[in-house]
């Protein structure tokens, strides 16, 4: 017994050291040759080798079994979508956290935001936690006013932004019902602080880990004053940079309770596809007609 139990715990260790690889040369190497390829031309990594289906399994270890099988089909043939368990977020924030850091997002801009609802009438009182990413929906209201065709949806359903084509008009912002799209003002968080540690700051007089480039659609981009992303509209693309390495989306991985799910929707084996179908299924502002593909279960 003590034995197989040795096995279990060797060949969970293993699956970790697969899964840190991958991540660390999706993020890294980039960094390092300074250039990253166009989202067609990407080469997937060598992606972990993951062990056969166990009853019990960790869902991250499924969904990464999913994420493998989705990204061997054309991409027109997938559907992207998350599903989201409000019974078991706890409102820690943790997915927030994780976004800004993946993303190095900076004040003012936040992809993922939990808004917080009480439920009843005192004394007989709850709350819930609802983590809001962007909707990515199928009629997206923020693509047809964009008057420079710089925000548009994917084949795979995921609805992005051409840094370099936006314009700063906000007029997506104003037509996303779901308030998911923010803008970039150029702000720092070290923006009116002493700035006497000479070692810690950059050229610009910005603390040098917000001027570090940050890789959304697989481009690197230092952050520059006057220089995209600032002066842009920006808004979660459910870390496309990352689905398209082999990687789950940061907010997944991070979240403490297990209680967010993503997977291609078009895949009936997949997880998402189980929890869609459950009759406690339901989507914010569906009388809308956006067909979002966040789901939540309730």
């Given at each position: 017994m003590a034995e197989s139990s040795e096995k279990v715990a060797l060949g969970r260790r293993?699956?970790?050291?697969?899964?840190?690889?991958?991540?660390?040369?999706g993020l890294v190497a980039p960094a390092i040759a300074g250039e990253s390829a166009p989202a067609e031309a990407v080469t997937l990594p060598e992606l972990p080798q993951l062990p056969p289906p166990q009853p019990d399994e960790d869902p991250l270890v499924r969904m990464m079994r999913d994420l493998q099988r989705a990204l061997q089909k054309p991409v027109e043939q997938r559907r992207w979508a998350m599903v989201i368990d409000l019974r078991k977020c706890v409102g820690c924030h943790a997915c927030t956290i994780s976004c800004v850091v993946e993303n190095k997002l900076p004040p003012g801009v936040v992809y993922r935001p939990v808004l917080e609802e009480e439920?009843?009438?005192?004394?007989?009182?709850?709350?819930?936690?609802?983590?809001?990413?962007?909707?990515?929906?199928?009629?997206?209201?923020?693509?047809?006013?964009?008057?420079?065709?710089?925000t548009w949806k994917r084949p795979d359903g995921i609805v992005v932004i051409d840094y370099?084509?936006?314009?700063?008009?906000?007029?997506?912002?104003?037509?996303?019902?779901?308030?998911?799209r923010t803008f970039d003002f150029g702000d720092r968080y070290t923006d009116g602080t002493p700035r006497a540690q000479a070692f810690l700051v950059g050229e610009e007089g910005a603390a040098v880990h917000e001027t570090i480039p940050m890789f959304e659609y697989d481009q690197p981009r230092p952050r520059h004053d006057?220089?995209?992303?600032?002066?842009n509209t920006r808004k979660c693309h459910f870390c496309l940079h990352r689905i398209e390495r082999g990687l789950l989306p940061e907010c997944v991985v991070t979240c403490i309770g297990r209680a967010t799910f993503f997977g291609d929707a078009n895949?009936?084996?997949?997880?998402?596809?189980?929890?869609?179908?459950?009759?406690?299924?339901?989507?914010?502002?569906?009388?809308?007609?956006?067909?979002?593909?966040?789901?939540?279960?309730?």
């Open positions: 293993d699956l970790l050291v697969k899964l840190a690889s991958a991540v660390f040369a439920i009843g009438t005192y004394p007989h009182v709850t709350r819930r936690f609802i983590p809001r990413p962007c909707m990515q929906c199928d009629r997206p209201p923020c693509v047809p006013v964009c008057p420079v065709n710089a370099d084509q936006c314009i700063g008009c906000r007029y997506c912002i104003t037509a996303c019902p779901y308030g998911a006057g220089a995209s992303p600032v002066g895949d009936p084996e997949s997880l998402v596809s189980e929890l869609i179908a459950r009759p406690n299924v339901m989507r914010l502002k569906e009388e809308l007609g956006t067909d979002p593909k966040v789901y939540y279960l309730l």
